[in-house]
Structures are given as C-alpha cells and as structure tokens.
Nanobody
Framework: QVHLVESGGGLVQAGGSLRLSCAAS????????MCWFRQAPGKEREFVAS????????YYADSVKGRFTISRDITKNTVYLQMNSLFPEDTAVYYC??????????????????WGQGTQVTVSS
C-alpha cells in the first residue's frame, strides 16, 4: 500500500507561483511513477504532469507546458509540482498519484493506483 499526502495549495493571484508537494510512504515508493492530476469544478479530472521513478522522463499537459515543472526527491519520497505564471483557469483541486511501473523510464498518463486526498489551488484574476 502507498499513502500519499499533498500540501502547498492555497490562494494566489494570477501570474503568481505555488509549489505543491506530495509526500509518499509505503512499499518501495522509489520504484513508482508519480503524477499530478487536477479537477476543476464541474469538469473531469485531467492529467497535469508525470515523472518516471528514475526522474529521467517527465511529461506535461499542453496547457501547463513551460509553466509547470514536476520533480522528485527520492531521498525524501516526495514529488513536487512547481507552478509558475498561474492563470485563473488553473484553479482546481490538485491530486498526486502513484503507480508501480516495470521500467525506470515509464511515466504513464493514466492508470494510477494510489491517490492523495487533494489540495486546493485557487488563482484569482
């Protein structure tokens, strides 16, 4: 079992920055791909970014590419999402997720098994 806890959400003005953290615990989390999803009110949950357990591969949704950066610190079992140049449309609950993978370079866009409880990000205009 993998337990994930997000933090770092809050209220920020448009153009501002936030850094989300996701602390993982449980069985061999260092061998898991990690990702961030988000869900805005009235919308479906959508992929934001993913990172392989090796950190060698990172993928981003087009809507956040160039503004968001996903990273991980294996020594701390923590994944981060640095969010810059935030827009009001980035307002959502952000969820961290993890899944076991076969290859160190895998960073899938879906099929994640473990989820955190989410952290609210609100961007005011």
């Amino acid at each position: 079992q993998v337990h994930l806890v997000e933090s770092g959400g809050g209220l920020v003005q448009a153009g501002g920055s936030l850094r989300l953290s996701c602390a993982a615990s449980g069985r061999t989390v260092w061998s898991y791909a990690m990702c961030w999803f988000r869900q805005a009110p009235g919308k479906e949950r959508e992929f934001v970014a993913s990172i392989s357990w090796s950190g060698s591969n990172r993928y981003y949704a087009d809507s956040v590419k160039g503004r968001f950066t996903i990273s991980r610190d294996i020594t701390k079992n923590t994944v981060y999402l640095q969010m810059n140049s935030l827009f009001p449309e980035d307002t959502a609950v952000y969820y961290c997720a993890a899944t076991a993978v076969r290859s160190s370079g895998d960073a899938p866009f879906s099929g994640y098994d473990y989820w955190g409880q989410g952290t609210q990000v609100t961007v005011s205009s």
